[in-house]
């Protein structure tokens, strides 16, 4: 298991990383956490809330002006070097695609035009859904911008005032380095969870209008992976959405004024009598979004246990039974976990069918349900499970700068 202390990635890392490849030591450092979504799940696409906390591993990015006009990039996880020119950058389908991309949205907030030399570190796993791939988007824009020394302000009122550039944009621009660069299409919430996360709060973003606030969430976070073949995700996630698209032209002709699916009433779905499967679907789209609702209320009130349990749980057996994404790995281990002593729920994460589920509650309680759930998730599955435990922590953040 991966505590909270990573595996020993961090600056010295990546300086010594930068310094191996280059010959120099780096102007500056940026780092960025991965992400993990408490509850609002399958809502961001239908414009309804999300509730993702940072986790403990971190992508750490270096970062120097290159001298001879070619931009380069060496990653601890990567074998392969990349090398590429800033002014005729384009997706080359290549891990470097995430540097070069975010490099050229950085631009935009003044991150300058010139070749870059970058060395890239990183804890945290790589396509297992915890979001990789904005952490070092985030992580490389807020270096771009340490090198140019453009200032950060951190409060998103700010925008506009003057020359500094808020986190905010920050998330922005790395959503447009992954959805128009690398050509992933994503939405908003790994880049906001990445820059704009606070330790001990989670982030409660809505994704229709990008309003995000910070909710106080004080609880452990065991983040388990079934490690189970996703062959089948991509087209079982289009069929889910074609399937909210339907719902949503329905219920529009009796609403012309409908915005999204999340914003639908129950009341509404029961007068609009969807047919099979729509009505399960929109149901889960529904009352998942009521759930981050009042998930984030009771955290606002200092609320802990049970009823943010009791919300999980409910969220779980709502992916499983309405929105039919969850898989028999990620039931064994909800079913597995809740109702123990000092565990408050339990669900699936991400999109599903597959992947990782969350197990909420006491650290003490959660550090030690693991050896157990480990042996008993193998001898079920035939393999151990990947575990980390963790709790909401810091958002991105320049480690040192010029
Ligand atoms: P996730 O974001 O869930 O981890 P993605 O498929 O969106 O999964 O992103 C993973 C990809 O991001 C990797 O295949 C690689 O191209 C890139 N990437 C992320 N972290 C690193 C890293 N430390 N070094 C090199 N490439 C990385
Ligand atoms: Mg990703």
Redesign the pocket.
Known sequence: MTGDAGEGVGRAQVEALFTLAYGRRPAVVASAP?RVNLIGEHTDYNGGAVLPIAIAQR?WVAMGHSRDGESRAV????GEAGAWRHADARAAHA?W??VAGALVAAEALGGGRGAREVA???D?????????????EVATILAALALEGVPMDAAPAAAGGGAACTLREVALAAHRAESEFVG?ACGIM?QFASALCREGHALHLRCDTQEARAVPFARGVLIVDTLAPRALVASAFNTRRAECDAALAILRTRDPGLRALARATPQALADARLPPPLDRRARHVVSENQRVHDFVQECAAGGMGERLGRLLNASHRSLRDDYECSSPELDWIVEHCVARVGIAGARLTGAGWGGCAIVVGEEEALRSVVPDLSHAFERAWGRAPRTWLTRPNAGARIEASA
């Open positions: 991965g992508t990653s601890r996880e990567r891990w695609d995430y890239v570190a990183s945290v796993p790589m396509g297992a859904g915890l979001s990789s791939s904005a952490s070092l992933v790994d």
